[in-house]
C-alpha cells in the first residue's frame, strides 16, 4: 500500500492503494446512491415492526399486522373447499356412471383424481399408473380384477388381500413347490407350457407334459387357455403382459412360491367422494372397459 496522496488530474485524494502503478481515487458515493442505501435502512427497520421477522425461543414476532403467509395460504385452501364442496356433494349423491355421463362432473372428478392419485396410488403404480414389477399397469386393458367402472371401484374401496377390510378382494395361488404339490421337475414342465401359451420360446416335449399339469393345478383359475379370470383375481398367461415378469425363471419362481401382493382399502382412508373420483380418473387412463 501506497501513501495517499492528491491525484494530479483530478485533484481528488487517493485511498492509499496501488496496483501496478494504478492508484484508486477516494471519490465519495453519490447522493442518490446513499438515499438510497438510508431509504432501504429505514424501510427494512418499518418491515421488522410491520410484519413477522424475528425468530423467538419458541416462535417469532407477529408484527403489527398480524400478518402470515401459512395464514394465508390456509384461507386460500378454505376458500377452494368452500367453492367446491356444492361439486362435491354432487360427486357424493351421483353413482359412478352419472358422474361418466356428466361433462361438468367428469371434468371435476378428473381433476381430483389425477390429485389424489399423485398422493395416494403413484408411490406403487408410478406417476404415470405404468406401473412396476409387483404393481399392475393401469394404463392397458389387461385387468386382474376386471377393468369396468364399479369393478374399479371396488377394488379402490375395500383393496386386495389386506386384514383391514373383511370385503377385500381375496385368492391364494398355491406354492406349488414349496409346500410339495410339485415336484421341481414338473414345475419346470409347467414353466414350459406357459412359455408356450404366450407365444415364447419353449422345450415343446417339456410343455407337452406340462399341460395335463396345468390343466389339473392352475386351468380353474386361470382357464384352460390361460385367459385367467377377474372372478378369482387370475391374471391372464397367454399373453405377453405379466406382472412379476415372463421370463422362465420368474415363471418358475411364481409357480415355486407363489405370489400375494397385497392393496390398501382404501374406503377406509378416503372419503367417498375421493375414492369416486379416483375410479373416474382411473378408469380414463386408457384401459377401463
Not at 396410488?121 to 399397469?137: D, E, R
Not at 401359451?197 to 407334459?209: H, I, K, T, V
Not at 391374471?235 to 397385497?262: F, H, Q
Request: proline letters at 3%; hydrophobic letters at 35%; one cysteine or more.
Amino acid at each position: 500500500m501506497s501513501e495517499r496522496h492528491t491525484d494530479d488530474f483530478t485533484g481528488v485524494e487517493t485511498t492509499g492503494h496501488e496496483w501496478d502503478g494504478i492508484r484508486e481515487l477516494d471519490n465519495p458515493l453519490p447522493r442518490w446512491w446513499q438515499w438510497i442505501f438510508w431509504a432501504c435502512v429505514v424501510w427494512s427497520i418499518g418491515y421488522w415492526i410491520v410484519y413477522p421477522a424475528w425468530p423467538l425461543v419458541s416462535g417469532y414476532t407477529k408484527g403489527m399486522f398480524g400478518y402470515s403467509s401459512r395464514g394465508e395460504v390456509a384461507k386460500e385452501i378454505a376458500k377452494a373447499e368452500t367453492g367446491m364442496e356444492g361439486q362435491l356433494e354432487q360427486i357424493r349423491q351421483a353413482s359412478l356412471e352419472q358422474i361418466r355421463t356428466n361433462a361438468n362432473l367428469r371434468e371435476f372428478a378428473l381433476a381430483g383424481g389425477r390429485s389424489a392419485f399423485a398422493v395416494n396410488c403413484s408411490q406403487c403404480h408410478g406417476s404415470g399408473a405404468q406401473g412396476f414389477k409387483g404393481y399392475p399397469n393401469l394404463n392397458d386393458d389387461e385387468w386382474i380384477w376386471g377393468g369396468t367402472i364399479d369393478a374399479i371401484a371396488y377394488t379402490i374401496t375395500h383393496g386386495i388381500r389386506n386384514t383391514e377390510d373383511e370385503d377385500a378382494r381375496q385368492s391364494d395361488m398355491p406354492a406349488f413347490g414349496r409346500d410339495g404339490i410339485l415336484e421341481k421337475a414338473q414345475i419346470n414342465d409347467v414353466a414350459e407350457y406357459v412359455l408356450s401359451m404366450s407365444g415364447q420360446s419353449s422345450d415343446a416335449s417339456a410343455a407337452a407334459r406340462g399341460k395335463p399339469l396345468f390343466t389339473d393345478n392352475c386351468a380353474a383359475c386361470h382357464g384352460e387357455n390361460g385367459g385367467g379370470s377377474h372372478e378369482f383375481g387370475a391374471p391372464a398367461l397367454n399373453n405377453d403382459l405379466w406382472l412379476y415378469g415372463g421370463d422362465k425363471a420368474t415363471i418358475v419362481e411364481t409357480i415355486s412360491k407363489s405370489r400375494r401382493g397385497v392393496m390398501p382399502a382404501w374406503g377406509k382412508h378416503l372419503d367417498d367422494a375421493t375414492v369416486k373420483q379416483l375410479a373416474i380418473y382411473v378408469h380414463s387412463l386408457g384401459g377401463g372397459k
